[in-house]
């Protein structure tokens, strides 16, 4: 599947724009409402994580997607722009996604399925008598879906889902952004400790990040969790993949807009001025490099 790197700036013009609009949704979980422009934002964000990564996943399963006999799971798949990447990366292999929002195109490679489903419910591969495993899945893919649910649900629900439809030997990896900056300026610092109370009312959880490989691993069935960590710059001193980092960025915090009017005590005057002051001091803080988002990339396996 192509890049879209001509399409980039019109896309950050766009989504600059969106960020001084006035009308906006506040939806904690999702962080934006899944309008068109949360669809390109998304688009655009796969585009630069594939970038930063080097490609489209981290388990050591090549040879299987190619070889043909390896079937994926996208949790949460969303656009499904992943999946057919993968699909047609691999034509041979076999891609499953699910999904609660219907936002995938009509034309996908026809070795996908996409399943609308809520995952907080049991997946839906149940083929198995004994309901407790159903041992499917050569890799599970899981990206950016930290914050859509809460710790309990990923520890009590998720996770075990997660193992009860993956393959003795199978893996799997997920893919999350850290939203703390690194060495922040004052107004980063101030909207961070805002962000952190919205989330933590929407009863979402910072400090996952840390402790998610822990959590797989204390699983008796799963084997040790390999991590490994990329930085997505943030500001144009990370040229143009920064300058897409930012827009992303401005895009995702405006859909949080009312909590931080709440929490700040801002009128939408003040607020515009923040988001000003937020432009500039990323713009400024070019020379500390230092206004990055880590994404972690850990790939577990059943043993
Ligand atoms: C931030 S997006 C990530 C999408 C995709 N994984 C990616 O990397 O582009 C989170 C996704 O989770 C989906 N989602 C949220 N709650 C869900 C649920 N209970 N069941 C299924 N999907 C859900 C949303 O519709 C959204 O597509």
């Not at 899944?34 to 388990?59: E, P, T």
């Not at 499953?96 to 997946?123: C, S, T, W």
């Not at 083929?127 to 879906?145: A, H, M, V």
Request: charged residues 25%; aromatic residues 10%.
């Amino acid at each position: 599947m192509g890049h879209r790197h001509s399409k980039f700036p019109k896309l950050i013009h766009k989504i600059n724009k969106a960020t001084n609009d006035k009308i906006r949704n506040t939806e904690c979980p999702q962080l934006n409402k899944q309008d068109d422009l949360y669809l390109d934002r998304m688009q655009v964000l796969h585009n630069v994580m594939r970038c930063i990564s080097n490609g489209n996943f981290k388990a050591p399963v090549d040879e299987q997607l190619r070889e043909g006999s390896a079937v994926v799971l996208d949790v949460c798949s969303g656009t499904a722009t992943w999946l057919s990447e993968m699909a047609s990366d691999f034509p041979q292999s076999t891609f499953i996604g699910i999904e609660k929002v219907p936002m995938y195109p009509d034309h996908k490679p026809r070795n996908i399925k996409i399943i609308q489903a809520d995952v907080l419910e049991q997946f839906p591969f149940s083929g198995d008598k004994n309901q407790n495993s159903y041992n499917t899945f050569d890799l599970i893919y899981s990206r950016l879906n930290f914050f859509a649910f809460s710790e309990s649900q990923w520890k009590n629900h998720l996770i075990k889902e997660y193992i009860r439809v993956l393959k003795p030997g199978g893996y799997i990896e997920c893919v999350e952004g850290d939203l703390n900056a690194d060495n922040p300026g004052a107004v980063t610092e101030q909207l961070g400790v805002v962000v952190e109370k919205i989330l933590v009312q929407g009863g979402r959880s910072l400090s996952l990040f840390m402790k998610f490989n822990e959590m797989i691993e204390s699983h008796p069935q799963m084997g040790k969790v390999t991590r490994s960590e990329v930085v997505m710059p943030i500001g144009s001193w990370g040229g143009q993949i920064g300058e897409l980092g930012l827009a992303i960025m401005l895009h995702m915090l405006s859909g949080l807009q009312k909590g931080i009017m709440y929490h700040m005590k801002l009128n939408e005057k003040d607020l515009d001025k923040l988001w000003d002051d937020y432009k500039i001091e990323w713009a400024n803080l070019s020379f500390g490099k230092n206004i990055c988002m880590v994404f972690f990339n850990e790939a577990g396996f059943l043993v």
